[in-house]
Every structure is written in C-alpha cells, then in structure tokens.
C-alpha cells in the first residue's frame, strides 16, 4: 500500500532542475572563440552509407503458376548496376543487391520473354539509402507492377 501512495506522489510531484526560476536565467553576451564557417554546397551527390543489414534492394517475384524468363537491368549514369536474366519457376521471387550508397535517378527495365516489358525511372533519395528502401517487382501474365516501400 506504501508503495502506491509512494508512486503516486512521484508521480505527481515536479521534478527539480528542470525549470529555472524567472529571472535566473542566465545570458552571455561572449561571442565563442571560433565560430561556424559558411561554405557554398558542393554539387556532387552525397555518399550516404547504408546500414549493412539493410542495403536497397529489388525483388522480383512471379505471383502467377507458371514458369518465367525475366531479365532485369538496373542503370544509373550509364552504368549498369545490375544485368541479370533469371528463370523464376511459379510463385518463386529473387533478391538483388545493386549496392546503392547514393542518392540519385536510377532506371530500372524488366523484361518477360515472350511477355511484358516495363521500364521505371526511379529517384532514389538520401532517405531512401539511409533507411534501406526496398523496390518490389510483381511479375504478371499481362502487365509488371513496380513498388517502392517508403
């Protein structure tokens, strides 16, 4: 029973040195040794490191009941990321790591032979790389959807 009322008083009492009386506060009118430099932004895309347990990735999964041959092509400035034809037997999906560390546009092309093709302009941010954004590509008998997790 002690420790109830105990709780509750602690509960309810204001916790010290948290707040300063008025006119207590005290100012400084001392300017710091050094103070902060201003530089012009560089116009180069920052480099975010991606935690290692969440890198962005791209599944490419096959809902339907049968067998597909996908090819997946991921681009950015020119250079291919990843180049990747693969069987994916029914209902099977695979996982690519391009290894994204910055943010920037990036184009994403997936092809079904003998089927759909679609291709995506991406714009992969400093939150996208920061938090590991993964991309989903659904893989249908008629149509391709592609999703970004936010």
Known sequence: MRRRTLLAALALS???GCAA?????????????????????SSATPTVTPP???????????PTESDLTVSVTLTH????????????AADEAV???PGIHSPGEYT????VDGGPTK?????????????????YV?????????FAEE
Do not use: W
């Open 52 to 62: 290692p347990d969440d890198p962005i990735l791209f599944v490419v999964h096959n």
């Open 21 to 41: 009386p008025s006119g207590s506060a005290k100012t400084s009118s001392e300017t710091p040794a050094t103070s902060p430099t201003i530089t012009a932004e």
């Open 119 to 135: 291709t995506r302009e991406l714009t992969i941010e400093e939150f996208d790389v920061g938090a590991g954004s993964n991309h």
């Open 77 to 88: 400035d020119g250079t291919a990321l990843v180049d990747e034809t693969v069987a994916l």
């Open 95 to 97: 996982e690519y790591d």
């Open 14 to 16: 204001p916790i010290t």
């Open 138 to 146: 659904e893989i249908y008998a008629d149509e391709i959807q592609i």
């Open 108 to 111: 994403l092309t997936v092809a």
